[in-house]
């Protein structure tokens, strides 16, 4: 997908579909990879395996406060799925996201979760736990494999490296036959 920080979610059937402008992609197609891109932003892949149905999606302060998440659990649902699994790849922390205060303010009323200060005590947004809620809310079960991209030089850190930077794949498959 071409990835716009918003809150779009697409159906996809096939690989060479054009590439969807957007934010979530879905689909129920055993086979077909899904691939989300981060550079500092909360990647989360889902999975029903006995439904059958697989997403990926990209949340970022505008997409958490949109709700690029809570859309993709809907359209999973849509699909047939029923028990979602969600996990979250390495993304920036809550000790690190620095935001101005009007930012932190805006993006709390949406989603309080997401409240948090930096480790030097300015405003900042818990991307990851805001997403986290987001989840739980929707009834999903959340494995959450994150780590700080700007804190470890394992991961590719937008924030930290600037627009040199590689960036971070996210990425599901289901196997033809299940799981
Ligand atoms: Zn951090």
Redesign the pocket.
Known sequence: MRQVQGADVAIVRHADEPQPVCDAVVTSVAGLALCVRVGDCVPVVLADADAGVTAVAHAGRRGMVTGVVPKTVAAMRASGAVDIEAWLGPH??????EVPAPLRDEAATAVPAAYACT?WGTPSLDIGAGVTAQLQADGCSVNDRSA?????ADFFSYRRDGAASGRCAGIVVRRSGGS
Request: net charge negative; glycine share 16%.
């Open positions: 920036v922390c809550g000790g690190c996201y480790t700080c991209t700007v804190e470890s």
